[in-house]
């Protein structure tokens, strides 16, 4: 009896490009698990084809003839919010406005278009293989798992190596964080705790615009305590995704200057390829930009963050992991806890990918895992009293 083929992936590539189109399906159908099932050139065929053809995953490019990508991607979304929708970006300026304003109307995610003309094809189909299919994968999958309940669940991730110790240039350096073994869960304290903390540290990757956006703009007044942010992000998006989110509720988003000393009431987003690291004590804190090396691929880093934060609030913090692939953060939390912090996770139902909180929870890390719904109330009870 021959055994019954896999079942694949199902794409939608929309791109008004046809040299583009014939790029990314031709880098999709290489992988044995992706099939490229339809095509289209604007957003209104768009709003048809995902209609019609029922994928499993959409890519979407922004500037289109008729309807460009956010006209689409909002018409897609009236009828349906859960085909993961990944947006293709150019670096420039307008790009990143465009992107990020997609990822706060409900894309899943984005990536940076490859440009054959300023290099080689191969570079192109490389860019997409490292970026792209291990998104489609990734998304579908957890599509697949949130409608069929009888699969097996994801195993945990594993442990990335122990944060180093961070290395800033002898100008800029104030103190560095020291280096911490990577903690054992014999020595991870296990009771539950709820004592009002002096900040809030919070790491998100995948589909976290949209939940950040959500959590803040449930609070009625800004949190009376320093917020700081890791989201996975290039350089000049960072920057409009916390002008954006200033716009939507009552939190000020800012990007921190190297030395700056945070003010409560403030949420301070790592810009994107720099670490944001904390140094100081709780009576007088001060925030480091790091060009260091990335950690788990990733700059700026929720490990880097939240290691620092452990050093310099101990038990006065509560960590939140939010949606995100991999498992960037899982070594801070584990440094957060060895010192007594507070750690909640997203829920698997409320995340995008259950990735990064996965880990912690696979762990034993968080104290308590939430719906994205309920985030802000918590973050509202864990920093009362605080002036």
């Known amino acids: 009896m021959q055994n019954p083929q896999p079942i694949k992936i199902r794409v939608l590539v929309v791109d ?9 399906s031709t880098a999709l159908n290489k992988n044995a698990m992706i099939e490229v099932v339809g095509y289209a050139a604007n957003g209104l065929q768009a709003i048809d084809r995902v209609r019609d053809l029922q994928p499993d995953v959409v890519t979407l490019d922004i500037e289109m003839p008729e309807l460009d990508g956010l006209g ?4 897609i979304r009236k009828y349906n919010q859960s085909v ?11 790009g990143a406005q465009a992107t990020v304003t997609a990822l706060t109307a409900g894309a899943t995610d984005y990536v940076c278009k490859p440009v054959a003309a300023s290099g080689s094809m191969d570079q192109a189909f490389l860019v997409l293989e ?29 442990a990335s190596p122990s944060v180093a110790a961070l290395d800033f240039p002898a100008s800029k350096q104030t103190q560095k964080p020291e280096p911490l073994a990577v903690w054992q869960p014999s020595q991870i304290p296990s009771s539950h705790t709820t004592a009002a903390v002096a ?12 939940a950040l956006k959500e959590v803040f703009n449930a609070l009625k007044a800004p949190l009376p305590v320093p917020v700081f942010i890791v989201q996975h992000m290039p350089e000049s998006f960072t920057t409009l995704l916390a002008d954006r989110l200033t ?8 990007e921190p200057g190297h030395g700056e000393v945070p003010t409560a009431g403030v949420a301070y987003i790592a810009p994107g390829g720099q670490h944001l690291v904390l140094s100081g004590n709780t009576m007088h804190v001060q925030m480091q930009l790091s060009s260091a090396e990335p950690q788990n691929s990733c700059r700026p880093s929720v490990d880097v963050l939240f290691q620092s934060a452990s050093l310099v609030y101990g038990a006065d913090v509560l960590a939140v992991v939010m949606t995100g692939m991999g498992s960037d953060g899982l070594i801070g939390c584990q440094h957060i806890k060895a010192r007594s912090g507070q750690i909640i996770a997203q829920d698997e139902e409320s995340s995008v990918v259950w990735g990064m909180p996965g880990a912690a929870v696979h762990q034993g890390l968080a104290d308590m895992v939430l719906p994205l719904g309920k985030i802000a109330d918590e973050l509202v009870f864990r920093t009362r009293r605080r002036s």
């Open 84 to 94: 993961p929708i990944i947006m293709f970006s150019n670096l420039t300026h307008r």
């Open 199 to 210: 900040a809030v540290v919070i790491g998100v990757s995948t589909g976290g615009p949209m």
């Open 130 to 158: 490292l970026e792209l299919i291990p998104k489609v994968i990734g998304l579908a999958q957890r599509a697949l798992r949130r409608t069929t309940r009888g699969l097996a669940s994801t195993p945990a991730p594993t």
């Open 16 to 24: 008004d490009s046809s040299v583009m189109r014939r790029i990314i």
């Open 72 to 75: 689409a991607l909002r018409e």
């Open 247 to 254: 716009a939507g509720g009552v939190t000020r988003f800012k």
